[in-house]
């Protein structure tokens, strides 16, 4: 909360609509808005406040003096009453279970200080326009205060599956999801969706400059359809940087437990007000996808490729949707007592070293790849420079950059401890563990149709009492790696800091590159994904495949050979019995999964997990009930690998593979990381 010697914005003495007979003293400041009694009838007061970050709104209307109710008011009896009335969401403990979770505060308050209701209206209304202002993340000054007016919404466009789940998501939109907007006043349009396919085809078509945001009041199945439709038109590039926003209303929600998570907001009760009060709030987030392609088809997976017994479970328990998220209980139980292995081939392009969990080798980290996907505008550079190495390239789009020769692994946070975008590692040199912070950073290609376009340095504030705050993130670079390298979350580096990188690199190569080969002595020409390489004096590699995106053109895939055609030699290949395989880019898969503790929405990394064969049904039950607290990852039967692509070749027809919740036969598939490429509404 600000002090009380931040900015006073505003002053004023006015009566609280719940609280009859008492003036009180109301200071307006950046932080929040404090309220003490001047004077009481009955009872004294104590200083209250409403905090800005809570704030979703402000809005004027007005009342009737009723005699002798106002006994200091300077209005006759009976008068109209200016007043403005905050609606705010703070945090409370709940008695039982101890656990934080937002809850609704409405405070009116009244104006009578002058006889003249026009002059008391116009008094309502500035309060209002700072409090929105001020709740929208702008910063104001004393001097803004006269002519400050929030920046206008985009039209929202719901989207509601009435049959998603247990068929509640028209209930959530009326109850839960219209009031709060309406609170906020944000316009908005109702679509109910007819029939499986519906929202894919809306989209495809929509004018999407029309739209602020689509906000999908569903499970992840329309969010899937969304994400398709958008990709799906001659112009994705620009489509896909529609916000996109989620409300849980069907039976799995993974996407909206992972925005609520990395919001800091409670994934696990009431679930929907708080997607609501983080919709309101949101800035827009880049967001990775995942191209999976099978022999036939072409998907955008925004979730997950699930195979084995994760996948049998989704599928298997779609039969029981109407127990909301309890089906997915309910199929493990079933599945853990007819316990099913499968053999296939899983192959990987992994983001360091692969050392298996089993293996007594060293895990010794000496090289980095990343894959950078950017605009083809944008993209002039990569061409001509001969230098893609330069750091605007590097820092304007790069999702997650490491370097140091170090061996590592990847930890998860402490249950989320560490929201801010950063991916830690333990990092051990022999001399004992260091842990580092990997950032991950914005596309350099970000829009938003939010007002953290037009107010980005302050929009920051607007988080949540529980949430990261959206802190510029300039990690501190640890002495026992010096060329660590971290990037700034939304915010491009400044001068200094591009110079501390550039003085780690001592040597950079590029090479074309054409479905995952590297034909040698190529030359650079537009648009043609390549490979730079570059390593510093410590003899750590950092290998990244640039590429350019542009409307019209084939969204590019530089990490895939022709699905008929093996692997590049720099994958890894592992061959056997599988209980599960789950490439997973959200950290959680449901409520009470969180599958990926470590993912962050744009980390540019597909989180790889594995089981072999060989395990208990015993030790799996054990596994399952720890995926909850996501300590899953640090089970001995659990491989877990950050990867930029990967495939998956299941050698027998029987199971499932499932794409987002969406089940395929299993044939072969295989993926590639499109970082940051979709944008969603949330707060990190
Ligand atoms: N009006 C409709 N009638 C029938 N099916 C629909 C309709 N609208 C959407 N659908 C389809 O319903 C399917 C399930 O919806 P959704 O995934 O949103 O809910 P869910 O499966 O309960 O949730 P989750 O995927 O989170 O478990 C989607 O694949 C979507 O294509």
């Not at 199945?221 to 916000?243: F, H």
């Not at 001995?636 to 692509?645: C, G, I, K």
Request: overall charge neutral; aromatic content about 8%.
């Amino acid at each position: 909360m600000a002090s009380w010697r931040d900015e006073v914005l505003l002053e004023g003495d006015f009566y609280l609509a719940a609280k009859k007979r008492t003036v009180f003293k109301v200071t307006l400041i950046p932080g929040g808005l404090f309220y003490s009694a001047i004077s009481t009838v009955s009872t004294q007061y104590e200083e209250k406040s409403i905090q800005t970050s809570d704030v979703i709104g402000c809005q004027c209307s007005e009342t009737r003096n009723i005699s002798p109710a106002r006994p200091s008011s300077s209005l006759p009896a009976g008068n109209a009453v200016a007043t403005f009335t905050v609606f705010a969401y703070p945090f409370r403990k709940k008695v039982f279970s101890g656990k934080r979770t937002r809850h609704r505060q409405a405070v009116t308050f009244e104006i009578s200080s002058s006889t003249n209701f026009e002059e008391n209206r116009k008094i309502a209304q500035k309060w209002r326009n700072v409090i929105n202002c001020l709740a929208r993340g702008m910063h104001i000054t004393a001097s803004d205060v006269d002519t400050c007016e929030p920046p206008p919404w985009g039209r929202f466009l719901f989207l509601v599956n009435p049959h998603s789940g247990p068929g509640r998501a028209m209930q959530i939109f009326k109850n839960e999801v219209e009031p709060m907007i309406a609170e906020a006043n944000i316009p908005y349009k109702l679509i109910v969706t007819e029939y499986a396919g519906h929202a894919r085809d809306l989209v495809q078509n929509l004018e999407l400059s029309e739209w602020g945001a689509v906000v999908i009041v569903s499970g992840d199945g329309l969010v899937y359809e969304v994400i398709n439709g958008l990709m799906q038109r001659v112009d994705w590039n620009s489509a896909i940087k529609k916000p996109v926003g989620c409300i849980p209303g069907g039976s799995g929600n993974a996407l909206a437990c992972a925005i609520n998570y990395a919001a800091g907001e409670p994934v696990d009760i009431n679930a929907v007000l708080h997607s609501v009060f983080i919709l309101i709030k949101h800035r827009v987030v880049p967001m990775d996808l995942v191209l999976v392609q099978t022999p036939s088809q072409q998907h955008y997976s925004f979730l997950s490729v699930t195979w084995g017994i994760v996948a049998d479970i989704d599928f298997e328990s779609e039969k029981y949707r109407n127990l909301g998220e309890a089906r997915f209980t309910l199929g493990a139980i079933k599945r853990i007592v007819n316990l099913r292995a499968y053999h296939g081939r899983l192959s990987f392009l992994p983001v360091a070293e692969y050392t298996p969990k089993t293996s007594a080798a060293p895990k010794t980290l000496k090289k980095i790849r990343r894959f950078s996907l950017r605009s083809s505008s944008s993209s002039r550079n990569l061409s001509s420079s001969g230098s893609i190495d330069s750091i605007s390239s590097r820092h304007s789009q790069s999702p997650v950059v490491l370097t140091g020769a170090r061996s590592l692994s990847t930890t998860p946070p402490v249950n989320g401890k560490d929201r801010n975008g950063s991916l830690l590692c333990s990092v051990s040199n022999g001399s004992g563990d260091a842990n580092f912070t990997i950032s991950e950073q914005s596309g350099s290609d970000t829009e938003t149709n939010s007002p953290a376009k037009t107010f980005p340095n302050h929009y920051r504030s607007g988080a949540g009492e529980g949430g990261s705050n959206g802190r510029t993130v300039l990690d501190a670079v640890s002495d026992k790696a010096p060329a660590v390298l971290h990037a700034v979350e939304g915010t491009t580096l400044n001068t200094n800091e591009s110079k501390a990188y550039s003085s780690s690199a001592t040597a950079s190569t590029e090479k074309t590159l054409t479905n995952g080969r590297v034909p040698a002595n190529s030359k650079q020409t537009k648009n043609v994904p390549f490979i730079s390489t570059s390593k510093d004096e410590a003899g750590f590699e950092e290998e990244t495949v640039h590429a350019a995106k542009k409307d019209g053109e084939a969204v590019p895939t530089p990490l895939l050979p022709p699905l008929d055609q093996p692997v590049p030699d720099n994958w890894v290949v592992e061959e056997g019995k599988f209980v599960l395989a789950c490439a997973v880019y959200q950290t959680h898969l449901g409520s009470d999964m969180l599958a990926a503790p470590s993912s962050r929405m744009a980390d540019g990394i597909i989180h790889l997990m594995f089981v072999r064969d060989g395990i208990s049904r015993n030790h799996l039950l054990n596994l399952f009930l720890t995926f909850s607290e996501g300590t899953h990852v640090d089970s001995p039967y659990v491989e877990f690998v950050p990867v930029l692509a990967f495939r998956l070749e299941p050698d027998i027809s029987s199971g499932n593979i499932m794409i987002d919740g969406e089940r395929l036969d299993p044939v072969p598939v295989q993926g590639q990381v499109l970082p940051g490429v979709a944008r969603v509404m949330a707060i990190q």
